[in-house]
């Protein structure tokens, strides 16, 4: 593999995602010293040359904290309320830390439609793009004040790895309260030993990978390595890494052998496929014989009508549905030829006689093969 200090000279663009629990000292409140020297060390990489993307947690624990709540409410609008609070603190808190080194703070509020819709996701990356030209450093949040439960992103790794996705960082580094990966939670092991580094694909490290270790934190380190993973579909490594040990994104950058660097293993994917990838709902699901099955995963083919079983779900032409094994494993999504009535009907026949069946023939696939993303 190559050296650690070589390939982060490779990069050009980091994702820096701070998460709740790190950021509200387990709840208690904004950690402003913490904060102020985090943002002076991305400064510091932004004057050598590094653009940067922030992705920062925190507003509802610190919304929490200034209204004096000592839990996180169960109900989604006091949550909602609590971000809308807690956001205005965080964002400020940037604002002023940024600009005493001559940075521009700007804010985008992100939710899962902006990144589902690709007109919205277009938009997003031009945006966020022109932002980083600016010389701004962008601090991304969801937009928790308006997501409804069903459509949350939930936990901010899952932002963090979307945001690489979207703007083609080469590095994601996931600022959290412990070192980085280890082999087992290290809240609950004494004997647990952390991953220096390895493939974001490596199946163990979701098998290592525990849920979140405080009420403040979502995701734990489940939602890291999926996030890895994730960032790794557009070439992006990822470092998970203690935002408590002194200077660690200077360090890091200096190839300092910090947190669990996880590198992808695979080609990045071209654009089109990416945000096909990115799409963490589909509208609906087909389930393919085990011809189908072998025919997209083994050779790269084309998902043809006749070897679909079921259909599942409402979906119109275009849009993103899930391709099912038939043991229910979820293979590949890609954007459909035909709405989910069509499809009904030309299931399991042959492409020759779609015409026939709905009057009209659009393509001889359910799915081309250059908009399948096998997963
Ligand atoms: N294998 C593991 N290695 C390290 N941490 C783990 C592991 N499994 C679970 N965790 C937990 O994940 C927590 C970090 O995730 P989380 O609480 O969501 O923080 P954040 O707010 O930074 O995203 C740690 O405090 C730890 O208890
Ligand atoms: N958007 C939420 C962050 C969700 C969250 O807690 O994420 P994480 O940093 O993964 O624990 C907030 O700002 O409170």
Redesign the pocket.
């Known amino acids: 593999m190559q050296d650690r200090a070589e390939f982060i000279r490779t990069t050009r663009r980091w994702i820096v ?7 509200t000292r387990d709840g208690a409140g904004l950690d402003r010293a913490a904060l102020a020297d985090w943002a002076g060390q991305m400064a510091r990489l932004r004057k050598q040359g590094i653009e940067i993307v922030l992705v920062s ?1 925190g507003a509802v624990a610190e919304g929490m904290s200034r209204m004096g709540w000592k839990q996180k409410p169960k109900a989604l609008f006091e949550k909602q309320a609590a971000a809308a609070i807690g956001q205005m603190s965080l964002i400020h808190a940037y604002e002023v830390n940024f600009q005493e080194h001559g940075y521009l703070a700007a804010q985008v509020l992100l939710t899962h439609d902006d990144l589902a819709n690709r007109r919205r996701y277009l938009n997003a990356r031009n945006t966020l793009r022109t932002l980083v030209e600016l010389g701004t450093i962008p601090v991304i949040n969801e937009n928790d004040t308006v997501a409804a439960e069903e459509i949350r992103l939930g ?3 899952t932002l963090g790895a979307l945001v690489a996705n979207l703007v083609e960082a080469e590095l994601l580094v ?15 092991f004494t004997d ?1 030993q ?2 220096s580094s390895g493939r974001a694909n490596d199946e163990r ?1 979701l098998e ?7 009420a ?9 390595v999926l996030a890895a993973r994730r960032a790794a579909t557009s070439g992006c490594a990822t470092v ?1 890494a203690s ?1 408590r040990e002194a200077n660690v994104l200077e360090r890091l950058y200096a190839g300092e052998d910090l947190g669990s660097l996880l590198l992808p293993d695979q080609a990045p994917l071209v654009a089109r496929k990416q945000w096909i990838a990115s799409q963490l709902q589909s509208r609906g699901q087909l389930w393919l014989d085990a011809g189908a099955a072998q025919a997209i995963q083994r050779t790269g083919g084309s998902l043809l009508p006749v070897g679909v079983v079921k259909v599942e779900g409402e979906f119109g032409r275009g849009e993103v549905v899930s391709c099912m094994s038939p043991e229910g494993k979820l293979l590949a999504k890609g954007l459909v030829n035909y709405n989910s009535d069509e499809a009904e009907r030309i299931k399991r026949k042959p492409s020759r006689e779609i015409e026939g069946i709905l009057g009209y023939i659009d393509a001889p696939e359910l799915i081309h093969r250059d908009n399948l993303v096998l997963l």
């Not at 403040?216 to 890291?224: A, H, L, P, V």
């Open positions: 995602k701070i998460g709740s629990a790190l950021l947690s936990d901010n790794d996931i600022l959290t309260d412990q070192q980085g990966l280890y082999d087992k939670d290290p809240r609950k647990a952390l991953i490290f290592f990978a525990g849920g979140a270790g405080t403040i934190g979502s995701g734990g380190m489940r939602t890291k998970i935002g």
